[in-house]
């Protein structure tokens, strides 16, 4: 069975975005995995489609509200066991162990939150799993989702050429990837690593296993003290 993943979104034409192209849209094209929106205001029960209120306690900005929404994801995931995940600010930062276990099931749901948040209640309620890509904000969850996707997609099987492009790369093994380098020999002054030419393949992976660690310690020492 394919992989399939449905968004539940107030701007569904933002999708596929930049999934329609290059390796992910010719996979999504075969059927490889498969893409639905689903219209969140189609849920709203007044004449306006009316899904937003003000906040509980005051406060700026605007709240989805349960009663909407619950009815979107309930519609959503009527008979279906997929992942529920909200695209989130304050949710557990993705990682790519995540990645693969999001890839090796059958697919995922995916709400997209707008404005100041959403309600509480239709989280704790509905099981939504909150995800966040980053420590800053974005205008809405949608190119958090697109994101998710792509690092999703790109490991599913057949999608990438070489399967191996997807294990050999910075997260995998608990490092930042290596340096790449490749034709012409020289470039501005600058020679590739003589290891690299050497032929030595006991040489080259000692090589780039250093310098992930490198890279690893300068840049990212949490992920070593993992």
Known sequence: ???????????????????????????????????????????ADDRHRTVDDTPAGGGAGMVLRADILAKAIDHATAGDDRPRLLMSPRGVPLTQKRVRELAAGPGVIVVCGRF?????????????????????????????????????????PGVMGNDLSGVHESFE????????????????????????????????????????RRLTEKRRPDLLHR
């Not at 992989?3 to 999504?28: V, W």
């Not at 959403?118 to 809405?140: F, N, T």
Request: proline share 6%; net charge negative; no cysteine.
């Open 1 to 43: 069975m394919s992989f399939r993943a449905t968004i539940l979104t107030l701007y569904p034409d933002m999708f596929p975005g930049h999934l329609s192209q290059s390796l992910s849209g010719k996979a999504l094209t075969r059927g490889d995995w498969m893409l639905d929106t689903l219209q969140i205001r189609d849920f």
């Open 116 to 156: 100041e948040g959403v309600d509480q209640r239709v989280i704790d309620s509905r099981g939504l799993e909150e995800v966040s890509i980053g420590d800053y904000i974005l205008s809405g969850g949608e190119p958090a989702a697109l994101i998710l996707l792509d690092a999703v997609v790109r490991i599913l």
């Open 173 to 212: 093994g608990g490092l930042l990837e290596h340096p790449h380098y490749t034709r012409p020999q020289v470039f501005e002054g600058m020679e590739i690593p003589p290891v690299l030419t050497s032929g030595h393949h006991g040489d080259i992976a000692r090589w780039r296993d250093a310098e992930a």
